[in-house]
């Protein structure tokens, strides 16, 4: 119940946060051969805190562009472009809030005079979507795109619960609490989507 409360707070947060952040997204890339933790007397997190944002973002704006494709197609059915940009936004939310976590931890770091385990990032390590959708036009390449979205989701959604076992970083396991629901949802949707396109 605690986890749940303060997961809601995070969202709550996160809606806020998101009407206040424009522009394009830009993070950092996560070093993770260290074995040291960040610790401070309100913040904690652990290598697999760390290797969970690293995987996780690259995902979240692969699914951005993915969205992105579908929204610049013609002949696609209202409701999945709803979903598609609920999505996209969702999935740049989620980016502001793991950089801004990241962020958090560096300053953490830089504080107590050590180096820091985040670095500038050099680029995306996810799925390029850029040849997903090529092939497809109109109802077709709706099907495509929920379908790739929704093995996304999925990937997204293990690589979380994975955080949620072996994470450290309590902060990150709220977002992530969230993160997890919203996903549920969104495939929910997807599964209705793709049976009225039938």
């Given at each position: 119940m605690k986890r749940h409360?303060?997961?809601?707070?995070?969202?709550?947060?996160?809606?806020?946060?998101?009407?206040?952040v424009t522009g394009t997204v830009k993070g950092a890339a996560v070093q993770t051969a260290t074995t040291r933790d960040l610790e401070t007397t309100t913040v904690r997190a652990n290598n697999h805190d760390l290797n969970f944002i690293e995987q996780m973002r690259?995902?979240?704006?692969?699914?951005?562009?993915l969205g992105e494709q579908l929204l610049g197609s013609p002949g696609i059915d209202p409701a999945v472009r709803e979903l598609a940009q609920a999505s996209m936004n969702r999935e740049q939310d989620e980016i502001v809030r793991l950089n801004a976590l990241l962020e958090?931890?560096?300053?953490?770091?830089?504080?107590?005079?050590?180096?820091?385990?985040?670095l500038p990032e050099t680029g995306s390590k996810g799925v390029s979507p850029s040849e997903d959708l090529t092939e497809a036009t109109g109802t077709e390449r709706a099907r495509l795109y929920l379908?790739?979205?929704?093995?996304?989701?999925?990937?997204?959604?293990?690589l979380s619960?994975?955080?949620?076992?072996?994470?450290?970083?309590?902060?990150?396991?709220?977002?992530?609490d969230v993160m997890v629901?919203?996903?549920?949802?969104?495939?929910?949707?997807?599964?209705?989507?793709?049976?009225?396109?039938s």
């Amino acid at each position: 119940m605690k986890r749940h409360l303060a997961a809601v707070a995070v969202l709550a947060a996160a809606l806020t946060l998101s009407g206040c952040v424009t522009g394009t997204v830009k993070g950092a890339a996560v070093q993770t051969a260290t074995t040291r933790d960040l610790e401070t007397t309100t913040v904690r997190a652990n290598n697999h805190d760390l290797n969970f944002i690293e995987q996780m973002r690259p995902l979240l704006r692969d699914t951005v562009t993915l969205g992105e494709q579908l929204l610049g197609s013609p002949g696609i059915d209202p409701a999945v472009r709803e979903l598609a940009q609920a999505s996209m936004n969702r999935e740049q939310d989620e980016i502001v809030r793991l950089n801004a976590l990241l962020e958090q931890w560096k300053k953490i770091d830089e504080g107590n005079g050590e180096a820091s385990t985040i670095l500038p990032e050099t680029g995306s390590k996810g799925v390029s979507p850029s040849e997903d959708l090529t092939e497809a036009t109109g109802t077709e390449r709706a099907r495509l795109y929920l379908s790739i979205l929704r093995g996304r989701l999925e990937l997204m959604i293990t690589l979380s619960e994975r955080q949620l076992e072996m994470g450290q970083s309590e902060t990150l396991k709220d977002q992530v609490d969230v993160m997890v629901t919203l996903k549920h949802d969104r495939i929910d949707r997807i599964d209705e989507l793709l049976a009225s396109l039938s």
